[in-house]
């Protein structure tokens, strides 16, 4: 098990810009596909992006695709979400998650992440 942190939410004027930390800690960073999530209010809890396991390949859910980054820092066992030109629709608790399955980033499931951070509240006013 691999324990998660996130960090840098808050609130935002839609159009701007905030950066999501999560910062892991326990077994090996490196050996887990990382992937961000998102809740809203009433909503099921959806996919936003998600890593492999060097970095090299990414995935994003079509509503945040060109808008939003997700990277990784092995050497400092973080995994960022770089989220620009907010909208009102993007307001949600983001979680970071964690997958012990290799290929999870290419078409990632709720039920493929087992570790779970606590959650960073994202609110955009319009």
């Known amino acids: 098990q691999v324990q998660l942190v996130e960090s840098g939410g808050g609130l935002v004027q839609a159009g701007g810009s905030l950066r999501l930390s999560c910062a892991a800690s326990g077994r090996s960073f490196s050996t887990y596909v990382m992937g961000w999530f998102r809740q809203a209010p009433g909503k099921e809890r959806e996919f936003v992006s998600a890593?492999?396991?060097?970095?090299?390949?990414?995935n994003y859910a079509d509503s945040v695709k060109g808008r939003f980054t997700i990277s990784r820092d092995n050497s400092k066992n973080t995994v960022y979400l770089q989220m620009n030109s907010l909208k009102f629709e993007d307001t949600a608790v983001y979680y970071c998650?964690?997958?012990?399955?290799?290929?999870?980033?290419?078409?990632?499931?709720?039920?493929?992440?087992?570790?779970w951070g606590q959650g960073t509240q994202v609110t955009v006013s319009s």
């Open positions: 890593i492999s396991l060097s970095g090299y390949s990414t």
């Open positions: 998650a964690a997958s012990g399955s290799r290929g999870s980033w290419y078409s990632p499931t709720l039920q493929d992440f087992a570790s």
